[in-house]
C-alpha cells in the first residue's frame, strides 16, 4: 500500500467510488449473496445492515478483495474490476478494518501504525527503521483526525477497544485510502466507546474517504449513516437514503418488521 496521504484525484462528482451492481456469490449450491448493489461516494457513509447469516461478511470479502463475485459487476472510480488479493485492493484505495483488529498487543502505538510498511533509513547492513519518523509520523497523524493518545510508545494492548479502532482508522486515512471498509466496529464496545468510534468514523468521512460501515446496530448506522443498505439472507431487502427512512422504521425493519407483528400476535393469549 501506498504510503503517500490521501488525496482528492480529479473525478466527476458523482462518480461513485466503488460500484456493485447486481453482485452475486455461490459457494457451491449456496447462495451467499444475490443481486446486491451498492455505492460508494466520497465524503459519505454507506450502512450496510442485517442480522447473523445476511450475507455482511460475504460482502466485505468481496469488497476487500478476499473472494470473488460469481455474478455482476464490480466497480472501483468507474473502471470494471475482479479484485484478485486484499494487497490489490489496498493498491485500488481500499481499506478493511476488521472487527478483530490485525495488532500486535505488546508492540506500540506507533510499531502498530506502520506495521508492514515501516520507513527506514541508511543503506545495505546499516540499514534499519526509521523509529523517529514512526513516531512523530504516528503522534501528528492521530492528532490530525483528533485522536490524543497518552503516548505513542504505550503498548496497543493497553489501549481500549474503541482507541484500538480509531488509531486503525487514522491508518487508513494516513496510507491513501479512497474507500474505508469498517467491519462491525462497535460490536463489542460499550456506548461510550461506541461514540469513540462513530466520531473517527465521521472524521474519516469528512476528510473525503468513501465509508461503508457495516453493523447490525441501527441506531449508530442511523446517527452516522447517509445511506442505508438492508440485507436479510443473502439478498437486499431495500435501500434508502437517510431522509426516505426514520430512525423508527429502520429500527422496525431491523427487527424484522412483519415478521415480528406476525411472531407477536402468535405468542398472544
Request: aromatic share 4%.
Amino acid at each position: 500500500m501506498s504510503d503517500r496521504k490521501h488525496e482528492d484525484l480529479p473525478m466527476p462528482e458523482d462518480l461513485p467510488l466503488v460500484e456493485l451492481s447486481g453482485v452475486s456469490k455461490f459457494y457451491g449450491n449456496i447462495k451467499a449473496l444475490e443481486d446486491i448493489s451498492l455505492t460508494v461516494h466520497p465524503g459519505r457513509i454507506t450502512c450496510v445492515l442485517g442480522d447473523n447469516g445476511a450475507g455482511k461478511s460475504t460482502l466485505i470479502k468481496i469488497v476487500s478483495g478476499l473472494h470473488q463475485h460469481d455474478a455482476g459487476t464490480f466497480r472501483i472510480q468507474g473502471e470494471e474490476t475482479r479484485l484478485g488479493s486484499p494487497r490489490e485492493a489496498l493498491d485500488r484505495g481500499i481499506a478493511t478494518v476488521y472487527q478483530d483488529l490485525a495488532v500486535v498487543p505488546l508492540m506500540p502505538v506507533w510499531r502498530n501504525f506502520f506495521l508492514g510498511s515501516e520507513p527506514t533509513v541508511g543503506w545495505g547492513p546499516l540499514r534499519r527503521m526509521d523509529v523517529r519518523t514512526m513516531r512523530r509520523t504516528t503522534r501528528s497523524e492521530l492528532l490530525r483526525m483528533g485522536i490524543d493518545l497518552r503516548d505513542v510508545d504505550q503498548p496497543i494492548g493497553t489501549l481500549s477497544g474503541g482507541e484500538r479502532q480509531s488509531v486503525a482508522i487514522a491508518r487508513a486515512v494516513h496510507f491513501g485510502a479512497k474507500v474505508l471498509v469498517l467491519d462491525e466496529p462497535t460490536a463489542a464496545l460499550g456506548v461510550k466507546q461506541s461514540g469513540v468510534v462513530l466520531k473517527y468514523v465521521a472524521a474519516a468521512r469528512d476528510a473525503g474517504l468513501g465509508v461503508v460501515l457495516i453493523t447490525h446496530n441501527p441506531h449508530h448506522a442511523h446517527l452516522v449513516g447517509d445511506r442505508f443498505v438492508l440485507l436479510k439472507r443473502g439478498t437486499m431487502s431495500g435501500s434508502y437514503e437517510k431522509a426516505e427512512l426514520e430512525l423508527d422504521e429502520l429500527v422496525r425493519q431491523m427487527a424484522g418488521g412483519s415478521e415480528l407483528e406476525e411472531l407477536s400476535h402468535e405468542l398472544r393469549r
